[in-house]
Each structure stands twice: as structure tokens, then as C-alpha cells.
């Protein structure tokens, strides 16, 4: 049960009946601290000063229509003009007991819509790096929050699979294949062959005739061109695949709707855009000018959709796919989960979509950008020689490195159990990390901050989850052994209770924002006030109504967080 949305509109209803204008906000949230109570209402002084009222007479008003019996326990004015509201112990309990015995803890399902994400999206023949895992990971996390809700999700791998660098890559496949080795079996090292393709097309002036040759063969459809271009887009996702299997990405191949896709949707878009007089012919190119943008000169900012030898661009294909995701998978909602350098890219393309009516209003286009994950000197991430740090380097460092601190803590498990903590720990950490930062900014990404057991980290809250769980295996006792009700006596109890019952909330926001740190906080805030409850009530050595009572709380924090994590793709272990 999603309690703020129910207090929100019970004071809402209030509201009216207290003389407000309909649809006046009640602005209900979640109290910062216990003793303004659970909730609290701050849309009262806002309407009492449009009603030119006392807002303290007013929230009066407000409370005596306000119909929360059995609800809650204590309604009061505070400050200025606050509603402090403060749940009924037992309305919470029933709502724990609810929780308990739900396989979703009582979570409600959203009315289901179609959302596309888009996420990942590395590019063909280059390797995958931190910035495809910062989109890859969130992306992810955002996907398993929205499906928990009931949504239909449609994962959309942007695969950067088209475009003229296909030209000097088949011109370096032929030319390997002619001195005799085996190209589709020898391209492992797949960022070094871009690397020297590029070299060859830069310097050797018959490779770029050659390369350039290619490019137009290509897009003519010619079958040898398509041969090569499909294998070297096979093994690109044969490394992606490994890369998402370990960091237990819900990515298959199935998902990749990749640039090449829309091709054939470019030409008849420019065609439209210029029938619709959006889009000109300016020097050779097709553009379209955008008013709200300006260049130096101040005058309307010029998009090119197609450039003077025919070639379409980035900017043509995500118009083009802005399109199909609304046209054709019929998208309620589609989120983009991209760097913030691409922004306005995104934004000139989605308004090119706006003006040619491709996508309604009603349907979201949404960019969830985040910043760069920048190394512990506050420059981008980079390895010491300077290059872009390959993701699967990236993921066997943090099992090493997890590897080295289990054989600490644990020397006495077996080799297999370790190697099976350290992979499970490692590849939280990196996600963790990322996933816990608020997207849009940069981030700091540091070994020793994210491994640690202390903090808002993955050990820590992987560590939180077992140990809640090996109370309630100490006990010995299965859930339908629990036959006492949950019952509040303790303050420790209730905030802890009252925090449990605010799942559904993070999940919300997670799903609302994009933003899966909101559900980081909010473990993280929870495993908190398990410990401070831990601490001031004893469970196994209390007589057993109150033991079975905080066994329950106990077992529902437990859930709660592996609920959480999963939800954040993030495994948990029964030992660690
Ligand atoms: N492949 C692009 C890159 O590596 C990201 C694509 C994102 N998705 C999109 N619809 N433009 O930067």
C-alpha cells in the first residue's frame, strides 16, 4: 500500500470539504523527523492564503473534515501551518501483517503502460566503457522497478551498429582476410582493430578509397558489405553479452534495436519534414532551423538531417525512432538513459518530433541523463596510460580486489563459497556505487569507498540482509510458526515498522524519477532503524509474544531489503 498517496488524498478531500478550490495541492510527505509523526501536510498554508484565511484557523478547518479514524493516532498543527500526522500503531501492525504475507509485500500495481527504455546502447566493434556502465547499470535497475509495478517494458539497446566507420572496418576484414587469417574467430581484441582501421584509413590513401568504396556499397545493400558488417556486430555482442551475464543485466540480443534499424525510415522522414516545410535545403544539407535555439549570431540554430552527400546522421535516426517507439510499440512513455553531453542533442531531435507531430504531448520523452564516473584526482576515469578503461578489465579488478577482502574476513570458508561471495560482493560494489550516487552529477568512482563494509555501500547492505536473516534462522522458526500479531510497544518498533511500510513509496519514486539512489537511501535508511531497533529490543530472550512480534518485523525488514536489492539488480547472499 502506497501510504502517502492515501493520506495525500484524504487531506485532499479534506481540503474541499474545508472550502478550497478543487484540486487543490495537499503536498503530503514523508515527515523528516519522528516528532512531526509519519506524514505531514504542507499544502494548507498555500490554499489558506489564496482563501485570504488564518492558515492556523485554517488547517483547523482542514483537521475537523479530515477523516483518518483508525488510521491515525494523532492529528496536530505545527509551525506556521504544517499537518503532522501520526499513524495508529495498530493500522500499522495489520499493514506489517499484509506485507508479511505477500510474495510483493503488498506493493499495488500501477495501471500498466507501455515504456520503452532505452539503455547501454554500446557501439559495434569498440569495446564497452564506464559511460555504457553507468546507462547499462541505472537503466537496469529502473527496467526491474517498472516491471515490478506491472508496466510493460520494452528494452531498447541503442546499439551504435550504422554510420560511415563500417567503411574502413570492412576494408580491414578484407584486407586480414587476404593476408589468411581468420577474421570472424581472431577479432578479440575488437578496440585495437577499430584502432588500427582507423590508423590504415588515416594513412594509407588506397585503404580510405577502398573504406569509402564500402560505405556506399553498404548502404546500397550489397551482400558481402552486409556479411561482414553482421559478423563484426556478432562479435561485439558476443563481449557485450559476457559483460551484462556477470553484472546479471537483464540484456539479451533480443533487446537490441540498434541505429541500423531505422534506416530505411530516414529517407521518408526527411521527405516529410520538408513537405511539412519544417526542414530546407541550406547549402546542399537539409536542415531544420529551430527558433528556440540560437547560434553565435543569435538567429535560429540550424539541425542537419541529411548532409550534402546524402549521409543521415545521428540526430535523423533518433527522430526516426522517437517515431517508431510511439507508431509502432505504441509507447505510453519512453526513457532515455543517457550521458548529459548528449542532451541537447535529444532535445533538438525530440522538438523536430514535437513540431512534425510524430509523438503526442501526452507521451513522455524523457532524458535521464547522469554525469561522468571520474577517477579519485576529479578527472575523467581513465586507465594510467591515459585510455578509456575497459569495462570487463573494470569488473576482474573489483573480483580481485573482492577476492583479497573475503580471504581477510573469511579465511575459514571453503575456496568455492569465497570465490562465490567475492564475484557476488564485486559486482554489487561497482553497480552499488553507481546506482547509490545521484545520477545527474559526477561521481567519484573509488575502490576502497565502495568495498567498504561500512556506509551507504553494497557489502553493507548485502551484510545488513544476511544478518537480519540469520536472526530469524537462529530462532528456527518459519513464518507460519509466528502465530502472535505483530504489536507496537516500542518507538524503535513503530519507526521501524513505519519505514517498512514505506517500500512501496521508494518503489514509486524510483519508477516516477528514474533515480534508483531514491531506493539506495531508503535501504539504506532502513537497515538504520533495524539496528537501532536491534539494539534497544532484544527478540530471542523476549517472552514469546513480543519475540514473535519482532521475529516478524524482523523477517520483513529481511524481505524488504532483498526485495529492494533485487530491484536494483543487486544479489544477495545467506552468508557472507
Ligand atoms: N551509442 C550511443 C553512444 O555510445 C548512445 C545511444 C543512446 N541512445 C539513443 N537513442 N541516442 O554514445
Known amino acids: 500500500m502506497n501510504i502517502q498517496a492515501l493520506i495525500n488524498n484524504k487531506v485532499s478531500q479534506a481540503l474541499e470539504a474545508a472550502g478550497a478550490p478543487a484540486g487543490s495541492p495537499a503536498a503530503v510527505r514523508q515527515s523528516a523527523k519522528a516528532q512531526f509523526g509519519d506524514y505531514q501536510a504542507n499544502g ?12 492556523r484557523e485554517f488547517a483547523q478547518k482542514v483537521i475537523d473534515c479530515l477523516e483518518l479514524d483508525g488510521i491515525a493516532e494523532k492529528v496536530e498543527i505545527a509551525g506556521p501551518g504544517f499537518i503532522n500526522i501520526f499513524l495508529d500503531k495498530a493500522w500499522l501492525a495489520a499493514r506489517g501483517e499484509e506485507a508479511l504475507a505477500s510474495e510483493r509485500l503488498a506493493v499495488n500495481t500501477d495501471e500498466a503502460q507501455t515504456i520503452v527504455v532505452d539503455y547501454s546502447a554500446p557501439n559495434v566493434a569498440k569495446e ?55 577474421v570472424s574467430m581472431n577479432i578479440s581484441d575488437l578496440e585495437g582493430f577499430y584502432r588500427e582501421s582507423k590508423v590504415l584509413y588515416d594513412e594509407d590513401e588506397e585503404f580510405g578509397v ?47 534495436m540498434g541505429e ?27 536542415v531544420v532551423f529551430l527558433d528556440e535555439y540560437k547560434n553565435k549570431d543569435g538567429d535560429p540554430m540550424g539541425v542537419i538531417i541529411q548532409k550534402r552527400d546524402g549521409g543521415y546522421l545521428y540526430t535523423t535516426t533518433d527522430i526516426a525512432c522517437a517515431k517508431y517507439r510511439y507508431e509502432q510499440l505504441n509507447a505510453d512513455r519512453v526513457l532515455y538513459f543517457i550521458d548529459s553531453r548528449q542532451h541537447q542533442h535529444l532535445m533538438m531531435a525530440w522538438s523536430i518530433v514535437r513540431k512534425a507531430g510524430y509523438v503526442p504531448e501526452e507521451v ?33 579488478e573489483a573480483e580481485e580486489r573482492a577476492n583479497k577482502l573475503i580471504e581477510e574476513k573469511n579465511p575459514e570458508l571453503s575456496a568455492e563459497e569465497k570465490a ?23 561521481y567519484i568512482f573509488d575502490w576502497d569507498n565502495m568495498l567498504a563494509f561500512e556506509g551507504n555501500t553494497a557489502p553493507y547492505m548485502q551484510y545488513a540482509y544476511t544478518r537480519v536473516a540469520s536472526i530469524f534462522k537462529r530462532a528456527n522458526v518459519e513464518l507460519k510458526d509466528l502465530t502472535f500479531p505483530i504489536v507496537i510497544n516500542d518507538e524503535k518498533e513503530q519507526a521501524l515498522l513505519s519505514k517498512l511500510l514505506q517500500f512501496e513509496e521508494a518503489v514509486q519514486s524510483v ?3 528514474g533515480q534508483p ?16 531497533f536491534y539494539e534497544a529490543c532484544p527478540i530471542l530472550n523476549a517472552e514469546e509474544a513480543v519475540k514473535q512480534s519482532r521475529l516478524k518485523l524482523a523477517l520483513l525488514t529481511a524481505n524488504t531489503i532483498k526485495k529492494g536489492l533485487d530491484l536494483l539488480g543487486i544479489e544477495t547472499l545467506e552468508r557472507m
Not at 541505472?138 to 550504422?162: K, Q, S
Not at 541500423?260 to 544539407?285: H, R
Not at 520523452?365 to 578489465?393: I, S
Open 44 to 55: 494548507v498554508m498555500g490554499v489558506a492564503k489564496k482563501l485570504g484565511m488564518n492558515p
Open 128 to 182: 564497452m566503457h564506464v559511460g555504457h556502465l553507468r546507462s547499462t547499470i541505472i537503466g537496469d535497475a529502473v527496467v526491474r522497478t517498472l516491471e515490478f509495478l506491472g508496466h510493460n517494458v520494452i528494452r531498447a539497446n541503442h546499439l551504435g551498429d550504422w554510420g560511415t566507420q563500417f567503411g574502413m572496418l570492412i576494408a580491414n576484414m578484407e584486407r586480414k582476410e587476404k593476408q589468411g587469417s581468420d
Open 210 to 256: 577502398t573504406a569509402r568504396n564500402f560505405v556506399v556499397r553498404l548502404q546500397s545493400g550489397d551482400e558481402y558489405c552486409l556479411e561482414k558488417w553482421r559478423q563484426l556486430v556478432a562479435i561485439t555482442l558476443k563481449q557485450n553479452q559476457r559483460n551484462y551475464d556477470r553484472l546479471s543485466v537483464s540484456l539479451t540480443d533480443d533487446n537490441v
Open 260 to 286: 541500423s534499424m531505422y534506416n530505411d525510415m530516414l529517407a521518408p522522414v526527411v521527405a516529410d519534414l520538408k513537405e511539412q516545410g519544417l526542414a530546407v535545403e541550406s547549402d546542399g544539407a537539409t
Open 364 to 396: 513522455s520523452l524523457e532524458h535521464h541523463a547522469f554525469g561522468m564516473m571520474l577517477g579519485k584526482d576529479g578527472r575523467p576515469f581513465k586507465t594510467r596510460a591515459g585510455g578509456t578503461v575497459r569495462l570487463a578489465d573494470l569488473l576482474d
Open 420 to 442: 562465490k561471495i567475492a564475484t557476488t560482493v564485486a559486482m554489487a560494489a561497482v553497480k552499488y556505487s553507481d546506482l547509490s550516487k545521484h545520477r545527474t552529477t559526477d
Open 511 to 513: 519508477a516516477r524519477e
Open 517 to 532: 539512489h531514491l531506493m539506495c537511501t531508503y535501504l539504506f535508511e532502513l537497515a538504520g532503524l533495524f539496528s537501532s
